[in-house]
């Protein structure tokens, strides 16, 4: 998941960085950081935590230059520690060098060992200490052939920003899976974020969605240059569009509310269900509860009151911690519910811990029946492009049916949007990445693949 963001030619890149962080804290809240060039030295910052815990004044005194990358992040691998923390900082034959990385490198294992076996030394579990290795020990002369070096022998999803003390680069990999944009910032200089949220904070102009395979070249006195480094084979996230992103991107020419308000309409079509009223589980199921009480003609209430100084509880560690997170962050408005039959609407369903616990809440608030639909697929095999699934056995999806999971989480009835149904929502003209619900590894490998769920950054 993460996010990134990489800033040049601007008086103020450290603050326009993040300001773009804070706005794409969604992405990730394990930590944070910013690096800075001034043509001559590389300025860090980073640390454990959120981004308004991590920056304050004295962070940015130190932090000068008119080029800056950020990155917020959300742990697949590693330690929650200062060391898994990005950017990566290091000091290699051509100077020093930061890299930020949102993806999942698929070949990290074999990658790591040939570097160990050429006398690496590794301080982390992220495979974005493979790609600072591998740009170091090329034998390129020029950082910019050093980096094409380093692509040859990665695989996976990757978007990058790598800053030198002058230049910055920015790639995003073939398969496009991670979404990645270009803008203008009002003060003259350019920004390249996970997401366009990020461009509507600062006031930026929103100039094209970086292309897959695409690398651009950022220095001082000239236009970013553009560089087609892979073929296409356009696979973008269908996640990202589900759940990832915030409600008021754009990614790659789409907006995510409307698609999640097109897959509930298709929802209640495919899955309709006889209920009084139809409620979102908050914040990323609105739209398509907004959707799904349109297609049935149903009323649609936010009966369902969420904390927000809780964070997300799909991307805390363990499960402890996921099952208490649930009763913090969600309380029912009672008055609303009792004696109705509800439709409750979430964006997807991975375990069924929090199903179960929203099921059981609605019921104790008064809920005569409740109906869950669920506006994706069923989710059967984890990903390894950078998301936080846990292993195939522990996917409730994988194992049961629908019916079987309806009775164990306590609901009247469950449905899920189909892949189908998933696909001419976000627009059949594109081949998404639907790993997680049709088990399509594409770039390479399968579920069963060694270490396919711990390779993240």
Known sequence: MCAIVGVYGSENAAKNA?????????RGQESSGISTANGSKIHLVKKRGLVTDVFDEQSFDALKGRCAIGH??????GNDSLFDAQPVFARYKLGEISVAHNGNLVNKNEVRNRLITRGAIFQTGMDTENIVHLIAKSQEDALINRIKDMLKKIEGAYCLAI???????????????????????????????SETCAFDLLGATF??????????????????????????????CAFEYIYFARPDSIIDGTNVYESRLVMGKRLAK?????????????????????GFAQGLGVPFEMAIVRNHYVGRTF?????????????LKLSPISSLIKGKRIAIIDDSLVRGTTSRQIVKMLKEAGASEVHMRIAAPEIKYPCRYGIDTPTQTELISASQTPQEIAQKIGAS????????GLV???????????????????AGGSAESPGCNDLGT
């Open 72 to 77: 917020n992040r959300y742990a697949t691998a």
């Open 315 to 327: 991307i805390e560690p363990t499960q402890a911690i996921r099952n208490l997170k649930v009763k």
């Open 207 to 236: 100039i094209r969605d970086v292309r897959p395979g695409e690398m651009l070249i950022f220095e001082e006195g000239c236009e970013p240059t553009s560089e087609q480094v892979f073929e296409p084979d356009y696979h973008p």
């Open 424 to 442: 001419e929502s976000l627009g059949s003209h594109r081949q998404y990445s639907l790993v997680s619900f049709d088990g399509n590894y594409f």
């Open 163 to 193: 800053q030198s003390r002058s230049k910055m680069f920015v790639i995003r990999d073939r398969f496009g899976i991670r979404p990645l944009s270009l803008g203008k910032l009002p003060d003259g200089g350019w920004i390249v974020a």
């Open 18 to 26: 993040y300001y773009a962080l804070f706005a794409m804290q969604h």
């Open 413 to 420: 009835s469950l449905g899920f949007l189909s892949i189908q």
């Open 270 to 290: 495919e899955k309709p269900c006889d209920v009084d009223l139809v409620l979102p589980v908050p914040d990323s199921g609105v739209a398509a509860a907004r």
